[in-house]
């Protein structure tokens, strides 16, 4: 599709909000929908769709519906297809399920198999191996000298002997003895009866579905497509990557090669006791563990047909009946905090019901094994610290808005008391606010559908379904009308109404192409594919001596003066850092050596530079994919001489990032990490002419686009732009002056080219525009009033702008506050000084006649406080020791407000990209497992 030209009108950002949310109705009103779009996506796209889809229906409350549906419409094709094609894996239902129970099911997780897990991950001698072929390389793991290939020269019969002292037959023998004992273990504590009971009734529900449906279908598949669902799409994962996607095991544990090879064995083996098969010659070597799945079989018989009865149906009451609305559970945490116990018909509360009580835990006994029979798990209703929830919110704070973390309403706004007039309210309180300093929202509510509220989505998971839906529109209108006839409508389980094509492409005519024009696959670089001016490519370098001179060229880690005292300083500058560096770690690990081992032997001190860094998804698969291995790799000087690790301007990815970075460190390091918001925080600990940071990172503005704005004459300019929630800012990087602001309903059309980093814009041209055009000394041309042409530096810069442009006219639905204020600041001597504060996406502008004086993140402000004149605010920084005082004639308690909500939004954003750090990590390594 490179050069195709895409057109968006301004209907289309400015509507967004009321389009996305028409598509979404239709969606989950016809689950039909979903399973035509499966049907004609790549199928290297189904995974990714599923997880949108589970995204937006488990935020809408409609997830179960769907699978129910799916899983019938699924089995009801049986007479066709045959058995054996049912819920494979490749199956669209399949990846919804384990998406799902993935969300819903991480406390569960924890609480059954997190005790055990966790021992193999610390035990140093376990060793469950009992493959011949692969004896050797796990003794590797107990003698480090044959990592560097001292006795490459011998069989892996003698290797063995010589790194344990037992010949192979010994070793086989005792290993099979530990993973039978083990494996025993494991399969009773999950079988238990307590924990049958404990087990999140969405997850019963769906193995209930599943049993009702085989029964009528398949009944002599009940139990291997019961197991199927439960084991293969819930626990093997979980027990393959205990440190992947749910985070099971503890932040300090990383489990070495040994034991993640005894999670997977672990793993291979229930999967097989689940289904009831065999090991045969495929995986000889685990043929020794076939009496393991007979001797069990009755037992895993039992626990597959009481995990699928409703503990709750009885004569009046269906299975499951009370699941089949649209409802959210009142008291199921996804993914975080403490363990939810299971759900009863009484805890469901329909979505748009929002006052709830504190979500009940369970927890294990402090003297007992965990799990114990009669007084190993009890109930309680404090809530555990770690329950603070994640959420990426638009403004809206009368919700708890999360992606995968909590399907639980926070209290509105009128049942928390408001903060106190005098009180300084301060970033580590906004953090557990429940939301009642959004009085600025308080009358946006969406009354038109109740149910359905899309604030609550992520607007990601919005742009990529568009771009789906987009990509496949062709296919998908065929494959709709043909759901509508009466020859394939009659084949569907569930049927309400026909499906409303006509209206679907309608709202998607009207939506235009998606914002986000693609999808970055593994191992593809869009931000190396051009050079920062968007002309030139770049070729990738991959042998070793070429990516050693890239490295050396890219001067993204140096080492700068020595700090006040004497102690050397070294400058990590990230926005340097690309995708073939992280994915190429021989050379990389080779650089850094090189720069910094011979300064490492006493104290120093890391900068951490994330000015202007884009982190975009190729970098943060690289990152998650390699920043661990990178961690195991250093000596232990690195992690005990450091003095402090600096991150200057952090940003909410960043705080995530620091958070990765915190995983794979010493304890005692967690604690020499800091948050730098203003870069001379810096000449503490060391000269400012000796601060060796790029002069760019100096004039940093948050969240902004670096490009090259084109005139009608093709004079280039370098500008940076910049969203507020309605507008968009033209800055001069040269003289931080603001150039211009258009408002967004200004703009009457964007278009660009696939394959090009242009970006053109054609805007309302008004009487005074042209007015001023006279006025101005420089004149200009008219076409510079009606048209301004940016290069962008990659084209994943281009669709980032793209998306803003959709976010902002999506939010301007519900936020209608004000963006602009004029006050006067009063500085640390009296001193008067008129400003204009203006509100951008992710920080505050002090302007003075339209030059940027300071920028202030949201993250950067500590605490906003209202005093007792009516007329005076104090505002905490962060990077100052002291209070500002700002004086706003008649609007104090508004920009009060505003700003209070900013430091919410900004600082849940962060949870909740911290959450998706967890959620993302070891997704690649369970397929590459399965």
């Known amino acids: 599709?490179?050069?195709?030209?895409?057109?968006?009108?301004?209907?289309?950002?400015?509507?967004?909000?009321?389009?996305?949310?028409?598509?979404?109705?239709?969606?989950?009103?016809?689950?039909?929908?979903?399973?035509?779009?499966?049907?004609?996506?790549?199928?290297?796209?189904?995974?990714?769709?599923?997880?949108?889809?589970?995204?937006?229906?488990?935020?809408?409350?409609?997830?179960?519906?769907?699978i129910k549906s799916m899983i019938f419409s699924e089995f009801s094709r049986v007479s066709s297809e045959g058995e054996g094609s049912l819920l494979r894996g490749n199956s669209v239902v399949s990846k919804v399920e384990g998406q799902y129970v993935r969300c819903i099911g991480g406390n569960y997780l924890k609480l059954v198999i997190g005790d055990i897990l966790t021992k193999i991950a610390t035990d140093s001698t376990l060793n469950l191996e009992v493959d011949p072929r692969k004896i050797s390389f796990v003794a590797d793991d107990l003698d480090p000298a044959l990592t560097l290939g001292l006795m490459s020269g011998y069989d892996s019969t003698t290797r063995a002997i010589l790194s344990t002292g037992m010949d192979m037959d010994e070793i086989i023998s005792t290993n099979q003895k530990q993973f039978i004992s083990i494996a025993q273990q494991l399969l009773d504590h999950i079988t238990d009866p307590v924990m049958v009971e404990a087990?999140?009734?969405?997850?019963?529900?769906?193995?209930?579905?599943?049993?009702?449906?085989?029964?009528?279908?398949?009944?002599?598949?009940?139990?291997?497509?019961?197991?199927?669902?439960?084991?293969?799409?819930?626990?093997?994962?979980?027990?393959?990557?205990?440190?992947?996607?749910?985070?099971?095991?503890?932040?300090?544990?990383?489990?070495?090669?040994?034991?993640?090879?005894?999670?997977?064995?672990?793993?291979?083996?229930?999967?097989?006791?689940?289904?009831?098969?065999?090991?045969?010659?495929?995986?000889?070597?685990?043929?020794?563990?076939?009496?393991?799945?007979?001797?069990?079989?009755?037992?895993?018989?039992?626990?597959?047909?009481?995990?699928?009865?409703?503990?709750?149906?009885?004569?009046?009451?269906?299975?499951?009946?009370?699941?089949?609305?649209?409802?959210?559970?009142?008291?199921?945490?996804?993914?975080?905090?403490?363990?939810?116990?299971?759900?009863?018909?009484?805890?469901?509360?329909?979505?748009?019901?929002?006052?709830?009580?504190?979500?009940?835990?369970?927890?294990?006994?402090?003297?007992?094994?965990?799990?114990?029979?009669?007084?190993?798990?009890?109930?309680?209703?404090?809530?555990?610290?770690?329950?603070?929830?994640?959420?990426?919110?638009?403004?809206?704070?009368?919700?708890?808005?999360?992606?995968?973390?909590?399907?639980?309403?926070?209290?509105?706004?009128?049942?928390?008391?408001?903060?106190?007039?005098?009180?300084?309210?301060?970033?580590?309180?906004?953090?557990?606010?429940?939301g009642s300093l959004s009085t600025s929202y308080k009358d946006l509510s969406v009354n038109d559908h109740p149910d359905i509220d899309i604030r609550s989505l992520d607007l990601q998971d919005l742009f990529e379904l568009h771009r789906i839906l987009d990509q496949t529109l062709d296919k998908l209108t065929i494959k709709l009308k043909q759901l509508n006839t009466p020859t394939t409508s009659s084949s569907s389980f569930v049927r309400t109404s026909a499906i409303p094509v006509d209206k679907i492409l309608q709202t998607l005519i009207d939506l235009g192409p998606s914002p986000k024009t693609r999808r970055t696959k593994k191992g593809e670089n869009d931000g190396e594919a051009t050079s920062s001016n968007g002309s030139a490519p770049v070729v990738s370098v991959t042998a070793f001596e070429d990516m050693t001179t890239l490295l050396d060229r890219a001067r993204f880690l140096y080492q700068g003066p020595?700090?006040?005292?004497?102690?050397?300083?070294?400058?990590?500058?990230?926005?340097?850092?690309?995708?073939?560096?992280?994915?190429?770690?021989?050379?990389?690990?080779?650089?850094?050596?090189?720069?910094?081992?011979?300064?490492?032997?006493?104290?120093?001190?890391?900068?951490?530079?994330?000015?202007?860094?884009?982190?975009?998804?190729?970098?943060?698969?690289?990152?998650?994919?390699?920043?661990?291995?990178?961690?195991?790799?250093?000596?232990?000087?690195?992690?005990?001489?450091?003095?402090?690790?600096?991150?200057?301007?952090?940003?909410?990815?960043t705080r995530a990032v620091v958070y990765f970075m915190r995983?794979?460190?010493?304890?005692?390091?967690?604690?020499?990490?800091?948050?730098?918001?203003?870069?001379?925080?810096?000449?503490?600990?060391?000269?400012?002419?000796?601060?060796?940071?790029?002069?760019?990172?100096?004039?940093?503005?948050?969240?902004?686009?670096?490009?090259?704005?084109?005139?009608?004459?093709?004079?280039?300019?370098?500008?940076?732009?910049?969203?507020?929630?309605?507008?968009?800012?033209?800055?001069?990087?040269?003289?931080?002056?603001?150039?211009?602001?258009?408002?967004?309903?200004?703009?009457?059309?964007?278009?660009?080219?696939?394959?090009?980093?242009?970006i053109q814009m054609r805007f309302v041209v008004t009487a005074d525009d042209i007015s001023q055009k006279n006025k101005s000394l420089f004149g200009g041309s008219q076409a510079d009033l009606e048209f301004r042409r940016y290069v962008c530096e990659t084209e994943t810069e281009r669709d980032n702008i793209l998306q803003d442009f959709f976010e902002s006219g999506f939010k301007t639905n519900f936020m209608k506050v004000r963006q602009e204020y004029r006050v006067v600041k009063v500085n640390q001597v009296?001193?008067?000084?008129?400003?204009?504060?203006?509100?951008?996406?992710?920080?505050?502008?002090?302007?003075?006649?339209?030059?940027?004086?300071?920028?202030?993140?949201?993250?950067?402000?500590?605490?906003?406080?209202?005093?007792?004149?009516?007329?005076?605010?104090?505002?905490?920084?962060?990077?100052?020791?002291?209070r500002r005082k700002i004086i706003c004639k008649g609007f104090a308690k508004q920009l009060y407000e505003v700003l209070s909500e900013a430091m919410l939004r900004y600082q849940q954003g962060s949870d909740f990209l911290e959450g998706e750090l967890k959620n993302e990590l070891n997704d690649e390594e369970i397929r590459e497992i399965y």
């Open 1 to 66: 599709m490179e050069g195709r030209t895409l057109v968006y009108k301004k209907h289309s950002w400015m509507n967004s909000y009321s389009l996305y949310k028409s598509l979404i109705e239709y969606m989950t009103s016809h689950f039909e929908v979903v399973s035509a779009v499966s049907s004609v996506i790549d199928p290297a796209e189904a995974d990714h769709f599923a997880k949108i889809v589970v995204n937006i229906f488990t935020s809408c409350g409609k997830t179960l519906p769907l």
């Open 562 to 653: 020595n700090d006040k005292s004497g102690k050397p300083v070294f400058y990590l500058i990230v926005n340097r850092l690309r995708v073939e560096f992280m994915e190429n770690v021989n050379p990389l690990v080779s650089h850094i050596f090189k720069v910094m081992d011979s300064s490492v032997t006493s104290g120093y001190r890391l900068i951490v530079d994330m000015s202007w860094a884009n982190v975009g998804e190729d970098l943060k698969r690289a990152i998650y994919s390699h920043l661990p291995k990178l961690a195991r790799v250093f000596s232990r000087k690195y992690k005990k001489n450091v003095l402090g690790i600096y991150i200057v301007h952090p940003s909410a990815y």
């Open 663 to 758: 995983l794979f460190t010493s304890r005692k390091l967690k604690n020499k990490i800091f948050e730098i918001y203003n870069w001379k925080e810096l000449t503490k600990v060391i000269d400012q002419d000796n601060i060796m940071l790029p002069e760019t990172s100096k004039d940093y503005i948050t969240k902004s686009y670096q490009v090259v704005k084109v005139n009608a004459k093709g004079k280039r300019q370098d500008r940076l732009i910049k969203f507020t929630s309605n507008s968009l800012l033209n800055v001069d990087p040269k003289t931080r002056k603001l150039q211009n602001e258009k408002s967004l309903d200004e703009i009457e059309e964007i278009s660009c080219k696939l394959g090009s980093c242009e």
């Open 830 to 882: 009296g001193k008067h000084q008129e400003r204009t504060f203006k509100l951008t996406c992710d920080s505050l502008l002090n302007l003075s006649d339209n030059k940027i004086q300071s920028e202030t993140s949201f993250a950067g402000i500590e605490g906003v406080h209202l005093d007792g004149d009516p007329d005076i605010i104090w505002m905490k920084l962060k990077a100052e020791p002291f």
């Open 199 to 434: 087990m999140p009734r969405e997850i019963r529900a769906i193995a209930g579905y599943t049993a009702m449906a085989a029964k009528k279908y398949a009944p002599s598949s009940v139990s291997p497509l019961v197991g199927g669902f439960v084991m293969l799409r819930f626990f093997t994962p979980a027990i393959a990557c205990p440190d992947g996607v749910v985070k099971i095991l503890p932040a300090d544990v990383v489990p070495n090669f040994r034991a993640k090879r005894n999670f997977v064995l672990l793993a291979k083996l229930l999967q097989n006791t689940s289904n009831g098969v065999l090991f045969g010659q495929k995986e000889e070597y685990m043929i020794c563990m076939n009496k393991f799945i007979t001797d069990n079989k009755a037992k895993m018989a039992k626990y597959l047909r009481d995990i699928a009865v409703d503990p709750f149906a009885d004569e009046q009451t269906a299975p499951w009946e009370d699941m089949d609305a649209t409802v959210v559970p009142s008291r199921v945490k996804l993914a975080v905090g403490g363990i939810s116990p299971p759900l009863t018909p009484t805890d469901r509360q329909p979505i748009a019901n929002t006052p709830t009580s504190p979500t009940p835990k369970l927890k294990t006994s402090s003297s007992g094994f965990i799990g114990q029979r009669g007084n190993g798990i009890h109930a309680s209703t404090t809530p555990s610290p770690e329950d603070k929830p994640g959420a990426k919110m638009f403004g809206i704070a009368n919700f708890s808005f999360t992606k995968h973390r909590s399907l639980t309403p926070s209290p509105t706004a009128s049942t928390s008391s408001p903060p106190s007039n005098h009180s300084l309210t301060t970033s580590s309180e906004l953090n557990s606010s429940t």
